[in-house]
Every structure is written in C-alpha cells, then in structure tokens.
C-alpha cells in the first residue's frame, strides 16, 4: 500500500509547490481588469490544497480496485496527463504572460479532470466524487480566465 500514497503525496506536492513557484502575482497580473467576482487571490492557495489533496486520496481509493483489473498503469497515465495538463496552465497565464495561451490549454485541463471523475468511478465511486470539487473549480477558472481574456485582449503586444 506505500506506492499509492507515495505518488498521491508526490503529485500533489509537485503540482501544490510547483504551481506555487509558477504564479507570480506582480504588477502585471495587479493591473489586469478582472471581473467583480473573481475570489481574492489569498483564496486560490488554500483551495488548490483541498482539491489537490482530495484528488490524491482518490489516487489512494482507486488503486486497490485497479490493480484488481490490472489498470494500475491506466490509473497512473491518467494522474500524469492531468498532472502535464495542470503543470502547464500558470506558466502560459503567468510567465509567459498569456491568458489567451492560457485559455487555449484549459479544454486539455478540464478533460483531464473529467476524464479521472469517469475512469476512477470504474475503481472507486467515492473516489470519483472526490474529483468533482477539482472539476467545479477549473470550470470556474475557465470562465475566469475566459472573462480575463475578454477585458484584456489583445495579449502579446510589446511593451511600450
């Protein structure tokens, strides 16, 4: 039983720390029109933390199961796309200054998530139902960063 949780904690670590160091809250982000609701941005930490550490317990459930039906690898393919998918969308939105960049990768990120809620029902339910809060929030983010784009664009111009 160690191998689970040592990748569910690993995952969700890099993913916690990595996309920690990968947004950059500066002066460009600050003068972004961004829309009325959008949460304050001490909130995204601690939510990522319940989400990332509620889709590493679901890793844990499903592992028995999916051993079971010798879909171990599936199971482990899947963390890593979504973990590719979610690595990739702050450096796009934040150092490379891009929301529209951003934008274009979310639809990868958010079928990567759907795709965990499917296959880990196959293993687990509770597990699948401890993805849908990941869910809920990349499709608030979408719309989000949707909505940052739109006030904002065009991106890419140089610096004047």
């Known amino acids: 039983m160690a191998f689970p949780i040592w990748f569910a904690v690993i995952w969700a670590l890099v993913l916690l720390v990595g996309g920690g160091l990968l947004t ?6 600050e003068n972004l029109a961004k829309p009325s609701w959008q949460p304050p941005n001490w909130l995204f930490g601690p939510a990522w933390t319940v989400i990332l550490g509620l889709a590493a ?3 844990v459930l499903s592992w028995d199961a999916a051993a079971a039906q010798g879909a171990n690898s599936l199971l482990i393919g899947l ?3 979504n973990g590719v998918c979610h690595f990739l ?3 796009l939105f934040f150092n490379a200054r891009r929301p529209d960049w ?3 990768e ?3 990120l958010w079928l990567s ?4 809620c499917v296959f880990l029902s196959d293993w687990s339910y509770l597990a699948s139902w401890l993805i849908v809060p990941y869910l809920a929030w990349v499709s608030f983010a979408s719309i989000l960063n949707w909505h940052i784009v739109r006030l904002n664009a065009p991106f890419g111009r140089a610096a004047a």
Not at 24 to 29: L, Q, V
Not at 113 to 116: E, G, N
């Open 24 to 29: 950059t809250i500066g002066d460009w982000y």
């Open 57 to 59: 317990w679901a890793f």
């Open 79 to 81: 963390y890593l796309v």
């Open 89 to 91: 969308w702050s450096p």
């Open 102 to 104: 951003a934008l274009i």
């Open 106 to 108: 979310v639809p990868f």
């Open 113 to 116: 998530v759907l795709s965990l």
